[in-house]
């Protein structure tokens, strides 16, 4: 149990950390957006100058690399994927800060020495139903993206791009066996409640 209770400690001192490095990342990335809301117009004048630059734009798997002479944004459109952005990383940030959250009180259960509770088994369910949520919301980022390149790109009549909408399997199956992993936490807690009623 001795183990137990350590390796919680630092299990919620790494949480600590982490929800720092959450908060500092989603807060420049948000501030970042609304320059970009804000500089629009700057934005599209750059574009628009053709100082022969370039913009890439990667899934993992291909990378595809646009002349800023082939795009043709609006400052409309420009505003409009940022708030997209902005919308998609603000929802993405509230489920990583709902699941540190869900750790963190796992760790306390832990911590105190008694990880087979009530608490325990709720906080082990919401972390498997946030994972599920997350393996849906997730991909909306890169799917504004594409779209916005797809919308404001001029591309020779031969190439053709798709967006689809995919699901993030890993955090699918992560998030089922949460819930999996819940059941047995309730069976724990059980237990522990008939044990804790014996004595």
Known sequence: MTKLVRSATIADKVLSVLRIIVYVLFGVTILSMLVGIVAAPQIINYLNSDQG??????????????????????????????????????????????????????????KEARPFSAESTSSVR?????????????????????????????????????????????????????LLLSLVFDHGAQLQKQSDETL
């Open 53 to 110: 630059g370039t913009l890439s734009m990667t899934s993992g798997v291909l990378k595809v690399v646009f002349a800023t002479s082939a795009l043709s944004p609006t400052v409309g459109s420009v505003r409009l994927l940022m708030v997209g952005l902005i919308v998609a990383l603000a929802v993405v940030g509230a489920i990583i800060l709902r699941l540190i959250h869900h750790f963190h009180n796992l760790m306390v259960a832990m």
């Open 126 to 178: 919401r972390i498997g139903v946030l994972m599920i949520v997350s393996a849906f919301v997730t991909p909306l980022i890169s799917l504004f993206a594409v779209l916005f390149m797809m919308n404001t790109t001029q591309l020779p009549d031969t190439v053709q791009l798709s967006a689809g909408y995919n699901i993030n399997g890993s955090a699918l199956v992560a998030g089922l066996l949460f």
